[in-house]
């Protein structure tokens, strides 16, 4: 039996949960919000982290996990989408942190954003092995598409 988080909601439950009170168009923009680095409510906030999200609400002063936020909102974009947030998945591609350059090739490997198929296919020799079979997965994914 798969391990359940804390709260009892996985993370698709819990965006599912935001989507049905905000709409999927909101839970979309609040998304590509934390990805472009932007501030969201804190209930937001908590709704994408689950209780981790007091541990990036609560970072004190020097603000080490702030890179949370980005990897949540690529994840609920596994869950949540809508074309405009394309964009912003290509770019966090780029992110400095590898979980957010994770996060955002498994997006692109479920969302088949064709416009994505370099920076991912860069992405192949990434230095963390986890980017880079996220990476070659949504490659493969990309390419058989368009095949």
């Not at 996985?10 to 932007?38: F, H, M, N």
């Not at 804190?42 to 709704?47: I, K, R």
């Amino acid at each position: 039996m798969p391990a359940r988080p804390a709260w009892e909601l996985t993370p698709q439950q819990s965006v599912q949960i935001e989507c049905a009170r905000r709409g999927t168009a909101q839970v979309v923009a609040g998304c590509v919000a934390l990805l472009q680095g932007q501030e969201v409510d804190d209930v937001f906030l908590l709704a994408l982290g689950g209780p981790g999200g007091h541990r990036v609400l609560d970072d004190g002063p020097e603000q080490r996990n702030q890179y949370w936020r980005r990897v949540w909102g690529a994840r609920g974009l596994l869950y949540a989408w809508t074309d405009e947030a394309e964009g912003a998945v290509v770019a966090a591609l780029a992110d400095e942190h590898w979980r957010v350059r994770e996060m955002a090739a498994k997006v692109v490997a479920k969302r088949r954003i064709g416009a994505a198929l370099d920076p991912v296919t860069a992405l192949r020799v990434d230095p963390v092995p986890r980017v880079r079979a996220a990476a070659e997965r949504a490659t493969v994914l990309l390419t058989a598409a368009a095949s």
